[in-house]
């Protein structure tokens, strides 16, 4: 006999699957779940929908990382699940990333029924609207029941929540789950009487094989107006750059962009992780990756003042390209972005285009001349060149274990297609100012949303999940610690990954501020470097990861080739400490720079 009880368990986990079975076909392929006693109907739900691989991580705030590196490298939408209370905020760092960098999630949060909401039931929070104005849509859901209005509903709301992650701008939505207890699932089988209507069946079983709403997205067309203006800028102006900041990884994309600089003549300032500083198209076009060097120096950059901008992408991490243009405003410049953003923190758009990228480079590049092969470019290359093999030399000659040389060093050891996750702070810096162009194709990654450094380990986790090719973090010792949590992932789920720790014993991007000159006057080792003297060989133990701390670049380079080329499945993640004297550091690549402008001082005067 089935009780109420049964009846009602069955509704909500009739209404949960249909969920879930909808989601996998609108394209997500998986979910990643942190354990607990109110998300019990989602978590089994997903569980037992074939189409679904879930990921569980213990720690909520690690899973939402997971997750975001999950979806940044497979471009799809991934789901998260939690149970109530504190259990959801931890997901906030994490949404507020996703947010910045539009990367799309799906954050379903378990919650207690209104009865229970300020009531002091435990677990209890207000996460109505939880992450504010950082998610695309919020979706208070009602009390779930198994009846063909409710059913229908579940499966509309799965499609079109995936619609809005992948929306213009995509990024994360929220969806809260108020759940009635019992929690677990049905006892009994559910009982399946026949439907007595087609639209009881639809509500039943959607459509079969296929998606219950299928969402059609095209491509925002540049109009012939758009092309017109942007070819005859091309035309009237040699004096032009392209800066492209981060963007998701897109081989089209890239090519499309060295066309048009192929086209107009004008140099590619490519951030390392807007994709087009590396891969085949750096074959055909005039890709800069010294322009952070170049530009410190004030003589090039007042000579090298652009006339017209095309921006793509976030904000470049460069500081020195961004004052650059501030002195030196552009009569012309462009922001390109089919999302709606509107990363330009210099407020000197001219004009701001909502149009598809890649179809408005491709169409000015074939309308464009052959190419413009004029003395700007020939600038920027050659001094580019020059800034690179004065760096190249003094790097190589350095012996001691310092930042620019392990950037460079790795450079050389990734294989093709290999991805590269980079933290903020110091690593994204060093990568900027290192990581030379070249046709090899690789992934460049980073959390430069919000620019923290928080998650950057379960971030490369996730990105390692995708099984897209090798992953490779590189990461400092304070963002190892604020996630090391994360690394229990690597164990439970046996990820092929390397982590190298540049380990410069707390904040070394601090040395490089003004503050740090005031040394004693603003307790700045105690208040601003925090060294903790630790070293990370316990860790790695603990979490089951293959260790080496290198002494020298023998060592480095070994260990990094080892961690690529093993195959044992009891070490599949590498973590790779590097020690690093900070004071040499800084003094070594303040040291940099200055070699740099001298050598494109004496291509200036030849």
């Given at each position: 006999?089935?009780t109420?009880?049964?009846?009602?368990?069955h509704g909500v986990?009739?209404f949960?699957s249909?969920?879930f079975?909808?989601l996998a076909?609108?394209?997500v392929?998986?979910v990643?779940v942190?354990p607990?006693?109110?998300?019990?109907?989602?978590?089994?739900?997903?569980?037992r929908c074939?189409?679904l691989?879930?990921?569980?991580?213990?720690?909520?705030?690690s899973?939402?990382?997971?997750a975001?590196?999950?979806?940044?490298?497979s471009g799809?939408?991934?789901a998260?699940?939690?149970?109530s209370?504190t259990a959801?905020?931890?997901?906030l760092p994490?949404?507020?990333?996703?947010?910045?960098?539009r990367?799309?999630?799906?954050?379903?949060?378990?919650?207690?029924p209104?009865?229970?909401?300020?009531w002091g039931?435990?677990?209890?929070?207000?996460?109505?609207?939880?992450?504010?104005?950082?998610?695309r849509?919020?979706?208070e859901l009602?009390?779930?029941d198994g009846?063909?209005?409710?059913l229908?509903?579940a499966?509309?709301?799965?499609a079109?929540s995936v619609?809005?992650?992948?929306g213009?701008p995509p990024?994360?939505?929220?969806?809260?789950w108020?759940?009635r207890e019992?929690l677990?699932p049905?006892?009994?089988?559910?009982p399946?009487p026949?439907?007595?209507s087609?639209a009881?069946a639809?509500a039943q079983a959607?459509?079969g094989d296929?998606?219950?709403?299928v969402?059609s997205r095209?491509?925002?067309?540049?109009?012939?107006e758009?092309?017109?203006e942007?070819a005859?800028?091309?035309?009237?102006?040699?004096?032009?750059?392209?800066a492209c900041?981060?963007l998701?990884?897109?081989?089209?994309?890239?090519a499309a962009v060295?066309?048009?600089?192929?086209?107009?003549?004008?140099?590619?300032?490519?951030d390392?992780?807007?994709g087009l500083r590396c891969?085949?198209?750096?074959?055909?076009a005039?890709?800069?990756?010294?322009?952070?060097?170049?530009l410190?120096?004030?003589?090039?950059?007042?000579?090298?003042?652009?006339?017209?901008?095309i921006r793509?992408g976030d904000?470049?991490?460069?500081?020195?390209?961004r004052l650059?243009?501030e002195?030196?405003?552009p009569?012309?410049?462009?922001?390109i972005?089919?999302?709606?953003g509107?990363s330009?923190?210099?407020h000197l758009a001219s004009?701001v285009?909502r149009?598809?990228?890649?179809?408005?480079?491709r169409?000015?590049?074939?309308?464009s001349?052959a190419g413009?092969?004029?003395?700007w470019t020939?600038?920027?290359?050659?001094?580019a060149?020059r800034?690179?093999?004065?760096v190249d030399?003094a790097?190589?000659?350095?012996?001691?274990l310092?930042e620019p040389r392990a950037?460079?060093?790795l450079?050389?050891?990734?294989?093709d297609?290999a991805?590269?996750?980079?933290a903020?702070s110091m690593?994204?810096?060093?990568?900027?100012?290192?990581l030379d162009?070249s046709?090899k194709?690789?992934r460049?990654?980073?959390n430069r949303?919000?620019n923290?450094?928080d998650g950057?380990?379960?971030?490369?986790l996730?990105?390692?999940?995708?099984?897209?090719?090798p992953?490779v973090a590189l990461?400092?010792?304070?963002a190892?610690?604020?996630?090391?949590?994360?690394?229990?992932?690597?164990r439970?789920?046996?990820?092929?990954l390397?982590?190298?720790?540049?380990n410069?014993d707390?904040?070394?991007?601090?040395?490089?501020?003004?503050v740090?000159e005031?040394?004693?006057a603003?307790?700045f080792?105690?208040?601003?470097?925090t060294?903790?003297?630790?070293d990370?060989e316990?860790?790695?133990?603990l979490y089951?990861?293959?260790?080496?701390r290198?002494?020298?670049w023998?060592?480095?380079r070994q260990a990094i080739l080892a961690?690529l080329s093993?195959s044992?499945?009891q070490?599949?993640?590498?973590l790779?400490?590097?020690?690093?004297?900070r004071?040499?550091?800084?003094?070594h690549?303040?040291e940099l720079?200055?070699?740099?402008?001298?050598?494109?001082?004496v291509?200036?005067s030849?």
């Amino acid at each position: 006999m089935v009780t109420p009880a049964d009846a009602d368990a069955h509704g909500v986990a009739a209404f949960v699957s249909a969920f879930f079975s909808e989601l996998a076909h609108g394209g997500v392929a998986h979910v990643v779940v942190s354990p607990g006693s109110r998300s019990t109907p989602l978590t089994v739900a997903a569980a037992r929908c074939p189409r679904l691989r879930l990921w569980p991580i213990v720690d909520e705030r690690s899973a939402a990382f997971f997750a975001l590196g999950l979806a940044r490298q497979s471009g799809r939408p991934v789901a998260l699940i939690c149970t109530s209370g504190t259990a959801a905020a931890n997901y906030l760092p994490a949404v507020v990333e996703a947010h910045h960098a539009r990367v799309p999630l799906l954050v379903l949060t378990a919650d207690r029924p209104p009865e229970l909401r300020g009531w002091g039931a435990g677990q209890t929070i207000d996460q109505v609207s939880l992450y504010g104005a950082a998610v695309r849509r919020f979706v208070e859901l009602p009390l779930p029941d198994g009846t063909p209005e409710r059913l229908r509903y579940a499966r509309a709301l799965a499609a079109r929540s995936v619609d809005d992650a992948l929306g213009s701008p995509p990024g994360p939505v929220h969806l809260n789950w108020p759940l009635r207890e019992p929690l677990e699932p049905p006892a009994l089988p559910e009982p399946r009487p026949a439907p007595r209507s087609p639209a009881q069946a639809l509500a039943q079983a959607g459509r079969g094989d296929h998606a219950y709403t299928v969402i059609s997205r095209g491509r925002k067309l540049p109009g012939e107006e758009i092309i017109a203006e942007l070819a005859d800028l091309v035309v009237r102006h040699e004096r032009g750059v392209v800066a492209c900041g981060p963007l998701p990884p897109d081989t089209e994309r890239s090519a499309a962009v060295a066309a048009l600089a192929r086209a107009a003549g004008w140099p590619i300032l490519a951030d390392p992780a807007s994709g087009l500083r590396c891969g085949a198209h750096v074959g055909i076009a005039p890709v800069i990756a010294q322009a952070d060097l170049l530009l410190r120096d004030a003589d090039f950059a007042s000579t090298m003042a652009p006339d017209v901008v095309i921006r793509l992408g976030d904000s470049p991490v460069s500081k020195a390209q961004r004052l650059w243009l501030e002195k030196h405003p552009p009569e012309h410049l462009w922001l390109i972005d089919a999302h709606d953003g509107w990363s330009e923190p210099s407020h000197l758009a001219s004009r701001v285009v909502r149009v598809d990228e890649t179809l408005l480079c491709r169409a000015v590049a074939e309308r464009s001349p052959a190419g413009r092969r004029g003395a700007w470019t020939r600038d920027w290359t050659l001094a580019a060149e020059r800034a690179a093999h004065a760096v190249d030399r003094a790097t190589l000659s350095e012996e001691a274990l310092l930042e620019p040389r392990a950037v460079r060093e790795l450079a050389r050891l990734l294989p093709d297609d290999a991805t590269l996750f980079v933290a903020s702070s110091m690593p994204i810096r060093d990568l900027d100012a290192f990581l030379d162009a070249s046709e090899k194709p690789l992934r460049v990654l980073a959390n430069r949303g919000a620019n923290g450094i928080d998650g950057v380990v379960s971030s490369a986790l996730g990105a390692a999940a995708a099984d897209r090719g090798p992953v490779v973090a590189l990461l400092g010792d304070l963002a190892m610690l604020h996630d090391i949590g994360g690394l229990l992932a690597a164990r439970v789920h046996g990820l092929p990954l390397t982590f190298i720790v540049l380990n410069n014993d707390g904040g070394g991007i601090f040395s490089f501020l003004p503050v740090a000159e005031q040394g004693e006057a603003v307790d700045f080792e105690r208040l601003f470097r925090t060294p903790h003297g630790l070293d990370f060989e316990a860790a790695a133990n603990l979490y089951g990861l293959e260790y080496t701390r290198v002494a020298t670049w023998d060592d480095y380079r070994q260990a990094i080739l080892a961690s690529l080329s093993a195959s044992s499945p009891q070490a599949q993640a590498h973590l790779v400490e590097v020690p690093i004297d900070r004071d040499a550091n800084v003094k070594h690549f303040r040291e940099l720079i200055a070699i740099a402008a001298r050598a494109i001082g004496v291509e200036q005067s030849a």
